[in-house]
């Protein structure tokens, strides 16, 4: 990843996330716990899969609003929310709103943790 600095243990990274989201994770913090990364969603689109991951997610919604679709609920949130996502809990997210959405994410590893997909509504 391009336009990390280290600096006495602190790390900056400048630029957008890597192929899986991550900004920050083991790949550029050898020593991190959490990892964090940023997922953005087109106005108007709808994940057309499902992920389940193996530990807890938290996310926070930086810009836009929709839903955050789990177990064929929908649970709507905006701009300033904050969502705790269990594990084992098959989710996938929608952009109801104007412009685009974008959620902050955070997991308790180093990396994105083992993950499943499926297409969303399969069960």
Do not use: K
Request: negative net charge.
């Amino acid at each position: 990843m391009s336009g990390d600095v280290h600096v006495g243990g602190f790390v900056r990274h400048r630029g957008g996330p890597d192929e899986s989201g991550l900004l920050l994770s083991s790949v550029n913090v050898p020593e991190i716990e959490h990892c964090l990364g940023v997922a953005t969603v087109p106005e108007g689109v709808v994940v057309e899969h499902e992920t389940v991951h193996t530990t807890g997610e938290v996310m926070y919604v930086a810009a836009g609003s929709g839903e955050l679709r789990r177990d064929g609920d929908p649970i709507a949130f905006q701009q300033g929310d904050a969502i705790f996502i269990p594990p084992g809990r098959w989710h996938s997210l929608a952009n109801t709103g104007v412009g685009e959405l974008v959620s902050v994410f955070s997991f308790p590893s180093p990396s994105r943790p083992p993950s499943e997909s499926r297409p969303a509504g399969g069960r």
